[in-house]
């Protein structure tokens, strides 16, 4: 099923709620006419006019609560035919209501629209190729399956089924399909589409639907990697550069690249970089390295120290002094469980 029916599936949902709700009115408005009428016509009760007003419009014929006079007769042959129609109309909308409830419930797409609905600073996923992929594949092995995919291709999709994540059909770029992978909060989105033009749209899009994501784009040129961070994403990713350092290292450092070889061979075995800011009441502040112990306390590295003014310190030495606006990179090596 696809976004065009999705979409028809909530429409005729919300459109068979509005009219049943404006048939009860209508039958809500009859009921008070009809027992208005009686009791200034036929001078009854509220009681009786009530009474006789819901056995007229629901044709149960139980026969007339008092006889009627002339007047009566025709304003009970009037309320019969506003009163009758009016209620078939209604029972007609709870029909269609309960069915497009039960469409809602048992179709698997939107199902799965009501999943995406209730998702919270989740990933999403532009673009289902090997680059996208390869993404979910390291996300799902880090335990993140906080996930929408999105991709333009029925066959992509199909094929990704067995994931069990939440995706959407459709062009990326466009807003209504942002919207459907619940865009407005969402934490992150991955523009990994087939071009550097696309994932340009894409960005503009996403960014003017959501200021503060965090938007990461591939980009296969420096001058597209430029255009893209101005358009507004985040970080830029170049699999050409990165492919391109790659053989560099091995070309020039060969040994170096073992433990890179033996991390990507060994699945149990994870390294990510942490980020600390040091604040004015920080345990850390005006500690060095050393002082600090952050190896034991933090379980990982000191690789960089960004200082206040955005200057880099690779590799600071253990006498160095952390101060309050530094952020501290941290790398850590850690097995998972199995």
Not at 51 to 60: D, G, H, K, L, R
Not at 173 to 201: C, P, Q
Not at 251 to 256: D, N, Q, R, V
Request: proline residues 3%; contains cysteine; charged residues 20%.
């Amino acid at each position: 099923m696809n976004n065009g029916i999705l979409s028809q599936g909530e429409n005729g949902f919300k459109t068979s709620n509005l009219k049943l709700i404006l048939s009860i009115f209508i039958f809500a408005a009859i009921v008070i006419f009809g027992t208005v009428g009686y009791v200034l016509i036929e001078h009854w009760s509220w009681a009786d006019a009530f009474y006789m007003t819901i056995v007229t419009v629901s044709t149960v014929g139980f026969g007339e609560t008092h006889p009627l006079s002339e007047a009566g007769r025709v304003f009970t042959s009037l309320l019969i035919i506003f009163g009758v129609g009016t209620m078939a109309f209604m029972i007609a909308n709870i029909g269609e209501c309960i069915f497009q409830r039960q469409l809602m419930l048992f179709s698997p797409t939107l199902k799965m629209n009501r999943i995406i609905s209730k998702m919270k600073n989740h990933i999403i996923i532009c673009g289902c190729g090997k680059m996208g992929m390869a993404t979910v594949n390291e996300l799902l092995d880090d335990d993140m399956n906080n996930i929408v995919l999105i991709d333009n291709d029925q066959d992509k999709i199909t094929g990704i089924e067995h994931y069990d994540l939440p995706y959407v059909v459709g062009d990326a770029t466009l807003e209504h399909v942002l919207e459907k992978a619940g865009i407005g909060s969402a934490r992150s989105l991955v523009a990994t589409l087939d071009n550097d033009a696309e994932n340009l749209f894409l960005v503009l899009t996403a960014r003017s639907l959501n200021p503060d994501l965090m938007i990461i784009a591939r980009a296969e040129s420096d001058v597209n990697r430029k255009k893209l961070i101005q358009a507004g994403a985040s970080k830029t990713v170049s699999p050409y550069a990165a492919g391109a350092q790659r053989v560099y290292s091995l070309l020039t450092s060969p040994g170096i690249n073992d433990l890179g070889d033996a991390l990507q061979g060994d699945r149990n075995v994870k390294f990510k970089m942490d980020i600390l800011e040091i604040e004015e009441e920080d345990q850390f502040s005006g500690k060095n390295l050393v002082e600090a112990r952050l190896r034991e306390v933090l379980g990982g590295l000191v690789v960089a120290i960004k200082r206040e003014d955005d200057s880099m310190l690779f590799n600071p030495q253990p006498s160095t002094i952390m101060k309050p606006g530094d952020s501290l990179y941290i790398m850590k090596f850690f097995e998972k469980e199995v």
